[in-house]
């Protein structure tokens, strides 16, 4: 299972110390870049599920081309 967490800076070191010391866990840090990518891509999956749900009203792909 792979897991993605959000930690103050502060308190990174240590759970990194902790996760790097249990056998089982694997880490690797992500670039602010990419973790802001994951992290629009989870926001967009979270609309797209809105929009099934029938919460949130979806766009017309032309608006959205438009826009570009």
Wanted: proline share 3%; charged share 40%; no cysteine.
């Amino acid at each position: 299972m792979k897991l993605l967490l959000e930690v103050p800076e502060k308190r990174a070191a240590f759970l990194m110390e902790l996760l790097n010391n249990l056998e089982f866990v694997r880490t690797r840090s992500l670039s602010k870049v990419k973790a802001a990518r994951i992290e629009d891509m989870l926001e967009a999956i979270a609309e797209v599920k809105e929009v099934k749900q029938g919460k949130r009203k979806a766009r017309p792909l032309k608006d959205l081309v438009r826009e570009l």
